[in-house]
């Protein structure tokens, strides 16, 4: 099972980013079901936040900071979760993971727990 992120770039203040993020089984599985997903960063020399999270049934929670700027989302029927953030500010230059806290995948009906991206870097200039 793998989650594969993208979507981050150099952006200005005030610029906006849309960050994608798949999960996929090895195959032949196929995904039967993704719990929590979210979003976290890590910028240098700090460790990492959590930036949003967005529940099964689209419950969505985020940290303050970025309340009003930042939006997650998910489309089960492609897998993925979505962060489009707006507003940006050179203080959200970090490295972006997402996360699900539990995949199913078939055939063999096996969970994997706190599955990881790779990270896609979002720089904002001042």
């Known amino acids: 099972v793998q989650l594969q992120a993208s979507g981050g770039g150099l952006v200005q203040a005030g610029g906006s980013l849309r960050l994608s993020c798949v999960a996929s089984c090895a195959a032949p599985g196929y995904i039967f079901s993704i719990d929590t997903m979210g979003w976290y960063r890590q910028a240098p020399g700090k460790e990492r936040e959590l930036v949003a999270t967005?529940?099964?049934?689209?419950?969505?929670n985020y940290i303050d900071s970025v309340k009003g700027r930042f939006t997650i989302s998910r489309d089960d029927g492609k897998s993925s979760v979505y962060l489009q953030m707006n507003s940006l500010k050179p203080g959200d230059t970090a490295v972006y993971y997402c996360?699900?806290?539990?995949?199913?995948?078939?055939?063999?009906?096996?969970?994997?727990?706190?599955?990881w991206g790779q990270g896609t870097q979002v720089t904002v200039s001042s």
């Open positions: 967005i529940t099964s049934d689209a419950h969505t």
């Open positions: 996360n699900a806290d539990r995949i199913g995948c078939g055939q063999k009906l096996r969970y994997y727990y706190d599955v």
